[in-house]
């Protein structure tokens, strides 16, 4: 009788704590889990409470991977916010007309673009491409995967006579970058913090010009190896990292930490209309790990 009392206890309980686990909705984002109540899954956010409380908020729908609901039913959500690590992949950033789709990032200020035709013949619709290309690769080297169009304005070819001169077509576009996912700057700042870093590239894009321009800018020691450059200072300024390297050439010196991953360290800086990515490898990287380790390169 009393091995059956302890099984009809034990039973209870455990129903009573599936019960008690259950009773809340799980929403899952790149920060983690979070228990919540559902309230309303709609096509661009999910409207939900806190556990005991009535205070209803709103969530960026494309910010969440998967919702658990309480009834055990599972929603896979398909995230179409891309990481971006350059120029590399600016064919991944997010193109969007609707300001509904950016609640909720991080803004990463202002884009313009501008493409012309070459001549009267060009395509309207290879200028538009090329003029969505242009805005791409900016987001991209401002540290952001997602681009909001404001404005767009278009002009057709026009052929001219004997007052007027010919026009060929041409597409400006204005719109707003955006990020997803924050820099993790606490962690950054650790791992940058005096280290020597090997100057690899930069990278430009001037809005008036054709297409962004890569350069190498190697140097070598009489040794014939690679000069290094040192991390000197880095600090935080309203939630945006920046760092002061020695020996490196920039237009205005404010160097911007947009990303640093698998061992390469991208910075940012905007001068008139051009913006500029330095890259930066350190002994984390794949180029770095092939270099023979010498007494006291690092």
Not at 5 to 32: C, K, M, P, W
Not at 170 to 195: C, P
Request: hydrophobic residues 35%; charged residues 30%; aromatic residues 10%.
């Amino acid at each position: 009788m009393r091995k059956s009392l302890v099984i009809l206890s034990t039973t209870f309980f455990l129903g009573f704590g599936a019960f008690a686990q259950s009773n809340h909705d799980v929403i899952y984002t790149s920060e983690g889990p979070k228990d919540v109540k559902i309230k309303e899954v709609g096509e661009f956010d999910i409207k939900y409470t806190h556990p005991n409380e009535e205070t209803v908020y709103s969530m960026n729908k494309y910010l969440v991977k998967k919702i658990k609901f309480s009834s055990g039913r599972e929603e896979v959500i398909e995230m179409p916010f891309k990481e971006i690590n350059g120029l590399e992949n600016k064919d991944d950033v997010f193109i969007t007309y609707n300001p509904a789709e950016v609640t909720g990032l991080e803004n990463k200020g202002e884009l313009f673009s501008k493409a012309t035709g070459v001549t009267v013949f060009s395509s309207m619709s290879n200028v538009k491409n090329r003029s969505l290309d242009k805005i791409k690769a900016e987001a991209a080297m401002v540290g952001a995967n997602v681009v909001l169009i404001a404005d767009a304005q278009s002009r057709g070819n026009y052929y001219g006579n004997q007052y007027t001169p010919s026009q060929s077509t041409q597409t400006v576009l204005f719109g707003q970058a955006y990020s997803s996912k924050e820099l993790e700057t606490k962690e950054i700042r650790e791992k940058i913090k005096n280290k020597k870093v090997l100057y690899y590239q930069i990278h430009q894009l001037n809005r008036d010009d054709f297409s962004p321009s890569i350069n190498q800018t190697l140097r070598y020691d009489q040794e014939r190896k690679p000069v290094m450059n040192e991390v000197t200072k880095v600090e935080e300024i309203d939630n945006r990292l920046y760092v002061e390297i020695p020996g490196i050439k920039t237009r205005t010196g404010n160097l911007e930490v947009i990303r640093y991953k698998d061992g390469v360290l991208t910075l940012m800086e905007k001068h008139k209309n051009s913006v500029y990515n330095y890259i930066f490898l350190t002994e984390e990287s794949e180029y770095m790990k092939r270099i023979p380790k010498v007494s006291g390169y690092f």
